[in-house]
Structure formats: structure tokens, C-alpha cells
């Protein structure tokens, strides 16, 4: 069956580094894009990067834009965020969902979340 799971959150200080890995099974990934999304206690979901299928296309929220990085490696099914510079405001839990395209498309299967807390 079709899973995604994330990885590699955790508690980091203000102005550190995580590497978030979404790992799917049970599809082609190649044959996908891969966005990543975070939500906040009493905020709205927010999607913040997105990777196309053949990796040559992404895109990011402003909000993360210059700080976070998304890259894939089919090979390994396995799709990245790497983040720099993370700030409190990063604080949330993230997601990766898949979809044929970045947008138009549902996102019809999504990971369980790894939880980011940035905090001193």
C-alpha cells in the first residue's frame, strides 16, 4: 500500500539546521511530485515547498523561502527539506503528501508528521 513517512524532526535552537526525509513505499515516486506541508497548534495548514516529478521544478512558501531546500532521490525513494536558519515561528508539525502535479492536482496521500520544535 501507499505510505509516506517522515523523519528527522526534532527540538533544535534558534538559527540551527534539521533534515526532514519523507520516505515512500507502494508507488513509483518518480511518477509523482512531493509536497511538504507544516501546521502549527491553532493555525492552518500551511504548504510550504513542493518538488515535481522529475526534480527540476520547486517551489516555496515566502515564509521559507532562502532558508529551507526540497530535493529528491528517486533511487532512494526518499524526498528532503533541508532546513537552515530555522526560527520559533518554524515551530510545527510537518507533513509530506503526494500529488501528480506541485498544484491542480489532490494531494491523496500524506505521512503521519514529524514534529519540529525550535526553542532555547
Known amino acids: 500500500q501507499v505510505q509516506l513517512v517522515e523523519s528527522g524532526g526534532g527540538l533544535v535552537q534558534p538559527g540551527g539546521s534539521l533534515r526532514l526525509s519523507c520516505a515512500v513505499s507502494?508507488?513509483?515516486?518518480?511518477?509523482?511530485?512531493i509536497g511538504w506541508f507544516r501546521q502549527a497548534p491553532g493555525k492552518e495548514r500551511e504548504g510550504i515547498s513542493c518538488?515535481?516529478?522529475?526534480?527540476?521544478?520547486?517551489t516555496y512558501a515566502y515564509s521559507v523561502k532562502g532558508r529551507f531546500t526540497i530535493s529528491r532521490d528517486n533511487a532512494k525513494n526518499t524526498v528532503y527539506l533541508q532546513m537552515h536558519s530555522l526560527k520559533p515561528e518554524d515551530t510545527a508539525n510537518y507533513y509530506c503528501?503526494?500529488?501528480?502535479?506541485?498544484?491542480?492536482?489532490?494531494?491523496?496521500?500524506w505521512g503521519q508528521g514529524t514534529q519540529v520544535t525550535v526553542s532555547s
Open positions: 503528501a503526494r500529488a501528480r502535479r506541485c498544484f491542480g492536482e489532490e494531494y491523496d496521500y
Open positions: 518538488i515535481n516529478s522529475g526534480g527540476f521544478s520547486t
Open positions: 507502494g508507488f513509483t515516486l518518480d511518477e509523482y511530485a
